[in-house]
Antibody, heavy 115, light 108 residues
Framework: QEQLEQWGAGLLKPSETLSLTCAVY???????????WSWIRQPPGKGLEWLGE???????NYSPSLKSRLTISLDTSKNQISLKLSSVTAADTAVYYC??????WGKGTTVTVSS | EIVLTQSPATLSLSPGERATLSCGAS???????LAWYQHKPGLAPRLLIY???SRATGVPDRFSASASGTDFTLTISRLEAEDFAVYYC?????????FGGGTKVEIK
């Protein structure tokens, strides 16, 4: 089964851009067209929040509350998915997870926004 | 946008007891595209159920789920120590996708 490894800056100042990358490893060579990738997050003490998704064609859907600041992109040559969230505030402090379909998830990246 | 409401917020039970978790959708979830996840601190979410009632690979059969209209239920027949966690429902039928607020199953 595929594994997802994610990385990115863990400490940001307000107004900076959060940038995370998620790489897909392994797998049984199943059809790439069956996959889509999501980003979700969990702020401290709160529940899971869906941020957005991208499919193998590069089509995206975003949370309405983040749409103006969020970009999810796909690099098929590197098997990588990226998330960029601009103009961050303390409210964007959370553990961020990337996921493939419903059942494969990265281990999470803790992002803290603080001046 | 589909809003999912989970109840109760917290369920206090003893090992061996039955847990019943509910998830109500604000509108129809087409094709019953609803999933249940288990989430423990410091770990990635674990998919338990997809398509409202299908167990994911490797999930014990003490976990079962059902759907009735816009109401969805996750049942854990007999709680084991490793089942104490937070459970979330998620609809993936209609963008934007959404999670419920979660139900914490804690040891009584």
């Amino acid at each position: 089964q595929e594994q997802l490894e994610q990385w990115g800056a863990g400490l940001l100042k307000p107004s900076e851009t959060l940038s995370l990358t998620c790489a897909v490893y392994g797998g049984n060579g199943g059809s790439f067209s069956d996959y889509y990738w999501s980003w979700i997050r969990q702020p401290p003490g709160k529940g899971l929040e869906w941020l957005g998704e991208i499919n193998h064609r590069g089509s995206t859907n975003y949370s309405p509350s983040l749409k103006s600041r969020l970009t999810i992109s796909l690099d098929t040559s590197k098997n990588q998915i990226s998330l960029k969230l601009s103009s961050v505030t303390a409210a964007d402090t959370a553990v961020y997870y990337c996921g493939q379909n419903l059942d494969v998830w990265g281990k999470g990246t803790t992002v803290t926004v603080s001046s | 946008e589909i809003v999912l409401t989970q109840s109760p917020a917290t369920l206090s039970l003893s090992p061996g007891e039955r847990a019943t978790l509910s998830c109500g959708a604000s509108q129809s979830v087409s094709s019953n595209y609803l999933a249940w996840y288990q989430h423990k601190p410091g770990l990635a979410p674990r998919l338990l159920i997809y398509d409202a009632a299908s167990r994911a690979t490797g999930v014990p059969d003490r976990f079962s789920a059902s759907a009735s209209g816009t109401d969805f239920t996750l049942t854990i027949s007999r709680l084991e120590a490793e089942d104490f966690a937070v459970y979330y429902c998620q609809q993936y039928a209609t963008a934007p996708l959404s999670f419920g607020g979660g139900t914490k199953v804690e040891i009584k």
